[in-house]
């Protein structure tokens, strides 16, 4: 019998949210995983660790705002102390405000950067110590946004930029110590959060959320909006012993909307 993909190991994901971080937390624990949830809302994140355990896997959790350094410093300490170490550290928390350049606070920006790549920066250097001892690895979850641009969606694109080219530079740094670091670059993924939005612009635009979904789907080559559970299984992949060979890439995961040259 062929073992889980991530049996015992122990990985911290920060930004668990409803979409992706809860599936991702599922999948990881399906695959043997033992886990660290961190987000800013405790009460969600006590409902993904009892799903996780209720299907047989372990989870704690450490409500967190990763974009306080000191929080980011103790959530690692607690998740390594919780598991008995580290063996990877899944970096998706993000701050989104629609906003146009023209218009924008640029105080929000600067804490979109704070979350989403300063915040992933912390974690990974407290983490270093139990990374270089299990020879383990990074993934930091991106968007295709930083590929393509998007009206009104330059905070959270720049940030999630800055946080490529960090996936770049640690991984340049850090493969000496055995340590594999990557990013996964979602695009529309279909799950509750895009639910939602869809039946709040159908309802401003006065059509019906299918034909929203449908027209979004002829945009893509697969002809189809790749789910949140496809979109988690790549982030499996990278921290899995199949992408043993795999560091410094940015996996575009988005039905072949963006095509790296």
């Known amino acids: 019998m062929t073992a889980p993909l991530l049996d015992g190991r122990a990985i911290l994901i920060s930004g668990v949210g409803p979409g992706l971080g809860r599936k991702l937390a599922l999948q990881c624990a399906a695959q043997g995983a033992r886990l660290a949830l961190a987000a800013r809302s405790a009460a969600f994140l006590d409902e993904v660790a009892a799903e996780v355990r209720e299907s047989g896997g372990e989870a704690v959790t450490i409500p967190t705002d990763v974009s ?4 980011c410093r103790a959530l690692v300490t607690k998740g390594a102390e919780a598991l008995g170490g580290l063996d990877a550290v899944v970096n998706s928390a993000f701050r989104f ?4 350049f023209e218009e924008a606070d640029l105080d929000g920006w600067r804490q979109a950067m704070a979350v989403a790549c300063f915040g992933g920066l912390e974690i990974a ?10 020879r383990g690895c990074i993934v930091n979850v991106s968007t295709v946004g930083t590929r393509l641009g998007s009206d009104g969606s330059g905070g959270y694109n720049i940030a999630k930029a800055a946080l490529n080219m960090a996936t770049r530079q640690l991984a340049v740094e850090l493969g ?15 799950g509750e959060p895009l639910r939602q939005s869809f039946a709040s612009r159908a309802a401003a635009r006065g059509v019906s959320p299918e034909k929203l979904e449908a027209d979004l789907a002829q945009a893509i080559p697969l002809r189809r909006i790749p789910t949140d559970d496809e979109c988690a299984g790549a982030v499996i992949f990278l921290l899995s012993d199949l992408a043993a060979a795999v560091t410094g890439a940015l996996l575009d995961v988005n039905g072949g909307q963006y095509m790296a040259n």
Not at 68 to 71: I, L, N, R
Not at 97 to 100: I, K, P, S, Y
Not at 125 to 134: I, V, W, Y
Not at 176 to 190: E, K, P, Q, T
Request: glycine fraction near 12%; proline fraction near 6%.
């Open 176 to 190: 000496g110590h055995g340590i594999r670091v990557n990013g996964a670059l979602m695009g529309w993924m279909a």
């Open 97 to 100: 405000t629609a906003d146009r």
């Open 125 to 134: 250097q407290a983490a270093l110590p139990h990374l270089k001892a299990s």
């Open 68 to 71: 306080d350094p000191a929080a």
